[in-house]
């Protein structure tokens, strides 16, 4: 009996953890489509200038294998492959690195 107390404790505990962790992934989801919308949107909603648009999965998935640290680090200082140009930070001076952060998060979640 009291082992199924104990159980069912952790239990509770466990789901208490599992849902704050998914609040605060919702939350950096909808400031990095804050984000987006605000800067990215511009070349990646539409593939202006040969950007991988959000929902092109074909686009993202080498992409996105290339994991999110190099994504950021992209997206920080830019990337110019075969012609296109992805200025650095987006053009988004005033955006932390978080901000980007939560921008990749979005454009990727959007496009897998
Ligand atoms: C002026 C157009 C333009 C804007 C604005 C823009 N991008 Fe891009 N982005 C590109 C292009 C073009 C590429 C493809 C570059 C390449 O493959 O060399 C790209 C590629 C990327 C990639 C993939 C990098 C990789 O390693 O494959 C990420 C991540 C990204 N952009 C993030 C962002 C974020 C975040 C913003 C907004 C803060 C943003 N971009 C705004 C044009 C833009």
Same mark, same amino acid.
């Given at each position: 009996m009291k082992k199924m107390l104990v159980a069912s404790a952790v239990g509770s505990l466990m789901m208490i953890f599992a849902s704050s962790a998914m609040?605060?992934?919702?939350?950096?989801?909808?400031?990095?489509k804050e984000i987006f919308g605000r800067v990215c949107f511009a070349c990646h909603a539409t593939g202006a200038a040969g950007a991988p648009k959000v929902g092109d999965k074909a686009a993202?998935?080498?992409? @996105?294998?290339?994991?999110l640290p190099t994504l950021l680090k992209h997206a920080e200082n830019g990337l110019s492959t075969n012609g296109l140009m992805m200025p650095p930070r987006g053009t988004c001076g005033d955006c932390s690195n978080d901000d980007l952060k939560?921008? @990749?998060?979005?454009m990727v979640s959007q496009s897998k």
């Open positions: 609040a605060a992934n919702a939350k950096d989801l909808a400031h990095g993202w998935a080498p992409r @996105i294998k290339q994991g939560a921008a @990749i998060e979005y």
